[in-house]
């Protein structure tokens, strides 16, 4: 059963996102640390709105797609250098889920 990763950067007071860090050094990172351990694909949503009229609850949302539950432990245990770069775009603690295509 395929498997996803979402990790998600909520916005906030004080909260700040480095989208060109982001988009040009860290997705690129994503793909050579998890890659080799079964990730299927990812695509990241840019938070532009929570709403009509509201602003965005968060700055982006990455999932990450691996083929079955193994590859997704695989990649989830490379992870050392991603959950270091963090600070390098972002002083947000990201959340995450994981869970199973419907």
Known sequence: MAMTV???YPTGEGKT???DYYVE??????????GPHGLADAMVTKGLAGGPDA???YFAVATLMFPDE????????????LLED???FTNVQPDM???TTL
Do not use: E, R, S
Not at 26 to 31: E, R
């Open 70 to 81: 193994a590859a997704m432990k695989a990649g989830l245990g490379a992870a050392g250098p």
């Open 6 to 8: 979402q990790v998600i």
């Open 17 to 19: 996102f480095d989208y």
């Open 25 to 34: 050094t860290h997705l690129p990172m994503v793909g050579k640390v998890m």
């Open 55 to 57: 602003p965005p609850g």
């Open 97 to 99: 889920l994981i869970g």
């Open 86 to 88: 963090i600070p390098n």
